[in-house]
């Protein structure tokens, strides 16, 4: 029983015509396909959500007072330019304030990663590529391990060296 | 030779020849005097100097590069290049630099980073380098890590070297245990600070330094 109706929550079978003819007891022509039946507050603010005409729908995206361009009698008045252009307007702002988030987001994105690059660099510009931080923990600047920078081991300022690792370097790169 | 100074007409003949020039490195342990001995020489030459010295150790954190030095035996001359290199060792305490010799915690860390980026500047200086002067402390025990290492390194690059026996001026000083330790390579006794056995070492580094390129030549 996976279709129900927004507006009465009466239940249908899957697969009923009467999602295409409408609801038979409200004329409801609204349906939530679901597994279990939606309680009726859930019901409610789909049906409130989903109820909105087409009319109402781009009056609020418009962001115009109803009564501009609708009449009385629920006719459309014929929309001048300025009021496209007003609403234009209203759109590009708040897609421009969106946009300028985005980018104030994408700049401090930016910066941690500058920063974070920055710390790698300060890390690779110390002499050491194993790094004592206290006994049992270690850093370890893999970077340069592997681009067979010398062993030098660190441990709370105290440096341990070598130095066949240095002179290996030194070959490696003449022959680089 | 009023237009040629005497570098530049010294370095032209030198392009003409091309021979009795060579790039000469100190090397050594950490205060073991390379920088004295670099000022010694440098003194005696050309009546320059090469860098300030210090007892506390790694006082040389950034090789030092001194060009067209000529010393003379006799009839005999060589141009150098003079390399003073920072002390190569395989450990640097910070702790050593408070405790010992009084500087403070932040003056010692940073020193003993910036002599341990000296110890691999020390070692990429080598390429290049055509003989090594190699200083070591007399009143020390030779057979150290270092020693081995650097010795053995530079053997294996061919490269000639000559093993100043230094601080010989020191009761303690034993340059006979640092001949009977290294018997490959000649090994003079001086005195950097007090200049004597100078001579002997000038004379010994021309013979020394000038076959390398004859040597070069035939390989």
């Known amino acids: 029983m996976p279709h129900q109706c927004l507006k009465c929550g009466k239940i249908f079978e899957e697969g009923s015509s009467t999602v295409l003819k409408g609801c038979p007891s409200c004329t409801g022509n609204r349906f939530f396909f679901t597994k279990e039946p939606l309680d009726d507050k859930e019901r409610e603010a789909i049906y409130n959500q989903t109820s909105k005409d087409i009319n109402s729908k781009i009056l609020d995206i418009l962001g115009i007072d109803q009564n501009d361009i609708i009449d009385k009698k629920g006719k459309w008045i014929t929309m001048k330019p300025n009021d496209v252009r007003k609403a234009l307007k209203q759109h590009l702002n708040v897609d421009s304030n969106k946009n300028q988030n985005d980018n104030v987001m994408e700049f401090e994105n930016l910066k941690d990663t500058q920063t974070q690059l920055e710390k790698i660099e300060t890390e690779h510009n110390n002499p050491e590529t194993i790094n004592i931080e206290k006994p049992g923990k270690y850093i370890i600047d893999i970077k340069g391990l592997l681009e067979e920078e010398p062993i030098i081991i660190q441990k709370d300022g105290t440096y341990t060296i070598h130095l066949p690792s240095i002179f290996k370097m030194l070959d490696k790169e003449k022959q680089n | ?219």
């Open chain 2, 1 to 219: 030779m009023g237009l040629f100074g005497k570098t530049s007409f010294a370095a032209i003949m030198r392009r003409m020849f091309g021979k009795k020039h060579a790039k000469i490195g100190i090397y050594g342990p950490p205060n073991v005097g390379k920088t004295t001995l670099a000022n010694r020489i440098l003194r005696d030459w050309t009546g320059d100097i090469m860098g300030s010295v210090s007892e506390i150790p790694h006082e040389t954190r950034i090789a030092k590069w001194k060009k067209d030095v000529k010393i003379e035996n006799g009839n005999s001359s060589l141009f150098m290049d003079i390399v003073d290199t920072p002390g190569i060792s395989t450990k640097v305490d910070y702790k050593e630099f408070m405790n010992i010799y009084g500087l403070n915690k932040d003056e010692s860390k940073q020193r003993a980073k910036e002599a341990t980026e000296g110890v691999i500047e020390s070692i990429r200086w080598l390429e290049g380098i055509d003989g090594v002067l190699l200083v070591m402390d007399s009143t020390q025990d030779p057979f150290t890590q270092v020693n081995i290492t650097i010795l053995g390194n530079l053997e294996a690059r061919n490269l000639p070297v000559l093993i100043a026996a230094n601080k010989i001026d020191m009761e303690e000083s034993s340059p006979a245990t640092l001949k009977s330790a290294f018997p490959q390579h000649p090994v003079i006794p001086i005195s950097a600070l007090t200049g004597y056995n100078s001579e002997n070492l000038y004379s010994t580094m021309i013979k020394q330094f000038s076959r390398k390129r004859k040597k070069k030549r035939r390989q």
